[in-house]
């Protein structure tokens, strides 16, 4: 089943922070993010294999919150190259399920 | 590595020709995967293979539609007879938890 994100859309101006969401109606083992710009093939951001896993990817970071089923996504300070479309991913198995996305825009 | 290598880069064909997308994964991935992304329906997955064994191919929409592996350095994609609704970008993607996305073949139908 796929997870859900929210918000749909996040509109912000450079230097200010964001946070996306992503959950599920299963059990998750892992969540993964992905960041794709218009036109360009998805990118990899970070993996959560543990449920209270928190990682960083210069201002950027996750939590992966197991009992909930849920997992967040942090931008901070964000910068005009954040733009673009985020995914969170599923993994059960081997078989990946993506949510819907996310598509955050960063203004001067 | 150069990372994973789709062709053609886009296809335009008319109904009802026989589509071929092809994916060179990147060395020692164990998984390669199928995505295919439209407006209306996201990123979808549609097949999977571990060591070159298809696993999963829920995703694949209808018979039109196949999918080989058949050594660990290429797979294929086949939509015949392709359709028009079949337009969409096609994403290979090789990897286990983090998966490399090849830059994709946008197919158009008409």
């Known amino acids: 089943q796929q997870p859900v994100q929210s918000p749909q859309a996040v509109i912000l101006r450079e230097g200010e922070d964001a946070v996306i969401n992503c959950s599920s109606s299963k059990a998750l083992y892992s969540v993964h993010w992905y960041r794709q710009k218009h036109g360009e093939a998805p990118v990899f951001l970070m993996i959560?294999?543990?449920?209270?896993e928190q990682k960083g990817h210069e201002k950027i970071s996750a939590s992966f919150n197991e009992k909930k089923q849920q997992s967040s996504l942090y931008l901070t300070a964000s910068q005009l190259s954040y733009s673009g479309t985020y995914f969170c991913?599923?993994?059960?198995?081997?078989?990946?399920?993506f949510g819907d996305g996310t598509t955050l825009t960063v203004k001067p | 590595d150069a990372g994973v290598i789709q062709s053609p880069r886009h296809e335009v064909t008319e109904m009802g020709q026989e589509v071929t997308l092809r994916c060179k994964p990147i060395s020692g991935h164990d998984y390669l995967f199928w995505y295919r992304q439209t407006m209306m329906r996201g990123l979808e997955l549609l097949i999977y293979f571990n060591n070159n064994v298809p696993i999963d191919d829920s995703g694949m929409p209808e018979d039109r539609f196949s999918a080989k592996m058949p050594n660990a350095s290429f797979s294929t994609l086949k939509i015949q007879p392709s359709e028009p609704r079949d337009s969409a970008v096609y994403f290979c993607?090789?990897?286990?938890?983090?998966?490399?996305f090849g830059p994709g073949t946008r197919l158009t139908v008409l």
């Open positions: 991913g599923t993994a059960d198995a081997g078989k990946s399920t």
């Open positions: 993607a090789s990897g286990v938890a983090e998966q490399f």
């Open positions: 959560l294999l543990k449920g209270g």
